[in-house]
């Protein structure tokens, strides 16, 4: 079958924890399809997210920050993300431009400099700083570290700044190819997962401290009723009986504020009513469970069908 010029690949997205990862594949992919905090550890797992377009198909994989392990889900987390960067064909290495390089930033660029992949270095959040030698002080210590990079693109995320020129970079650098993914896929996750993620990102931003890290979603029960009607039962897991009060709120209102804006965006990404059932349980040391972990960290589940 001929490609006549269509252009597809594996684009890994690599950085330290809270650099800017998941809120630039949310604003390449023009919507939100990955969890965004401002605490650091929110994305857990690799997740693909299909950009396809009339000439194009680019798959974003999403990793969690690497950073030094602190509990086995943390070893977990770092293990993803090294094998997130064997065989993609191009590697975006984004470093903060406001936080300035720490050791985090240098192990990144040891790990993306072994894989030897293109790699194209983005400067992150430069809209927040005015100091250009900083900047300039930055890309040089990281090229002078990782021979693979072939070029550097100063961005803001948030604002959008040379985003456009980001994504044409990123289409010049990808080789003919198929197109992997059916057109209208965004997302190679099942549907439990991408709606425990936004339960998830709603705990991340309504509660405090060490709750959203101490938190896990698992969706118990999918189905569609008769009416139409999509019905979510799914568990929170805290760690300690004294979180448990926390998440549920003074007569149930962080629960039911955690339920409200996450059924908003289940709604919108599914285009249907949805009933969501909220249940707070307290497993002891969940985050080193095995059993719990894969639980949370890879729905091996059937799809909802359109």
């Known amino acids: 079958m001929e490609n006549n010029g269509f252009k597809s690949g594996f684009v890994a997205l690599a950085g330290k924890p809270n650099v800017g990862k998941s809120t630039l594949i949310n604003a390449l992919m023009g919507q939100k399809v990955v969890i965004v905090s401002d605490k650091p550890q929110t994305t857990r ?67 993306v400099d072994k894989s030897k992949i293109p790699t194209i270095l983005l400067v992150n959040k430069v809209d927040l700083v005015k100091d250009k030698e900083k900047i300039n002080l930055m890309t040089e210590k990281i090229k002078s570290l990782c021979s693979n990079i072939v070029t550097t693109i100063e961005i803001s995320a948030l604002t959008g700044k040379n985003l456009s020129e980001l994504k044409q970079s990123i289409i010049d650098l990808l080789p003919e190819g198929p197109q992997y993914y059916p057109e209208d896929m965004i997302t190679d996750k099942p549907s439990r997962f991408i709606i425990s993620e936004l339960i ?40 300690k009986k004294s979180q448990k009060p926390i998440i549920i709120g003074k007569n149930g209102s962080m629960i039911k504020k955690i339920g409200q804006l996450a059924r908003q965006d289940i709604e919108e990404l599914f285009e249907r009513k949805v009933y969501l059932d909220l249940y707070v349980k307290v497993r002891d040391k969940w985050r080193d469970d095995k059993n719990i972990l894969n639980n949370i960290m890879e729905y091996k589940v059937e799809e909802i069908k359109d």
Not at 202 to 231: C, D, M, Q
């Open 45 to 111: 797992n690799r997740v693909n997210c299909i950009l396809t377009e009339d000439h194009y198909q680019i798959v974003f994989v999403d990793t969690p920050g690497i950073h030094k392990p602190i509990r086995k889900i943390g070893e977990y987390m770092v293990n993803i993300a090294i094998n997130a960067l064997k065989g993609v064909d191009l590697i975006l290495f984004i470093i903060d431009a406001k936080d300035g390089l720490r050791n985090s930033d240098l192990r990144v660029a040891e790990i």
């Open 200 to 239: 998830r990102e709603k705990i991340f931003h309504l509660t405090k401290e060490e709750i959203p890290h101490s938190s896990g979603v698992v969706i118990e029960e999918l189905k569609e009723r008769e009416n139409g009607v999509l019905y979510v039962r799914a568990e929170i897991y805290v760690e």
